[in-house]
């Protein structure tokens, strides 16, 4: 049973470019949160999806943006890269509505911005 | 808004020892989940235990347990017969029981060394 897989696991961008992170979610899994990591911090929430909908957002502006498909994967879109969007881009799935426990993470994708 | 606080940066402790890592939160609900995760170099953040704050007693999985205040809003973790495999970082995180509202806060993380 395949965990929460994360594409890229790094990748390098030049600042004012735009990028796409992915994540496919564990198998029974319909929701997917998205979190940064900057070094040395712990995750903060950046959405949400749920039934291909933004469901929750965090306080992040709307150079972020996200896109939930029909087969419950995701993505995250940055656009117009900062030095500061440089962390670790951690996925979240689970199940809307199941138990607590049914949270599991991706290993991530951690972005340079150069 | 909630808050979750760690205020240990970094711990360590000897191989088979015991050690207590410190978490405080604040929120004005009365029904939540509290969690303790681990991270580990591979990045992944894996679950080490979980409360739910209506439960009294205190969670335990293995050599894992937990001590929760809940008028104090404290939520400590305590590795029993630490092993080498513990060392990590540990992040204690709060999630909302209001639905739509589902969002984890984590606290800053506990760096945890194992001396063999």
């Known amino acids: 049973d395949a965990g929460v897989t994360q594409s890229p696991t790094h990748l390098i961008k030049t600042r004012g470019q735009q990028v796409t992170l992915r994540c496919s979610p564990k198998s029974g899994h319909d929701t997917v949160s998205w979190y940064q990591q900057a070094l040395g911090q712990g995750p903060q929430f950046i959405f949400q999806y749920y039934e291909e909908e933004e469901r929750q957002r965090g306080n992040f502006p709307d150079r972020f943006s996200g896109h939930q498909f029909p087969n419950y994967s995701s993505e995250l879109n940055v656009n117009a890269l900062l030095l500061g969007d440089s962390a670790l881009y951690l996925c979240?799935?689970?199940?809307?509505?199941?138990?607590?426990?049914?949270?599991?993470f991706g290993s991530g994708t951690r972005l340079t911005v150069v | 808004a909630q808050t979750v606080t760690q205020s240990q940066p970094e711990m360590s402790v000897q191989e088979a020892e015991t050690v207590t890592l410190s978490c405080t939160y604040d929120t004005s609900e009365s029904d939540y989940y509290l969690f303790w995760y681990k991270q580990p170099p591979s990045r992944q953040m894996i679950l080490v235990i979980r409360?739910?704050?209506?439960?009294?007693q205190n969670a335990t999985e293995n050599r894992f347990s937990v001590n929760f205040q809940k008028a104090a809003k404290s939520f400590s973790l305590k590795i029993s017969d630490s092993q080498l495999g513990d060392a990590a970082m540990y992040f204690c995180a709060y999630r909302s029981e209001i639905l739509g509202n589902e969002k984890l806060t984590f606290g800053t993380g506990t760096r945890l060394t194992i001396i063999p």
């Open positions: 979240a799935s689970s199940s809307l509505g199941r138990k607590i426990y049914g949270y599991t």
């Open positions: 409360q739910e704050a209506y439960k009294q």
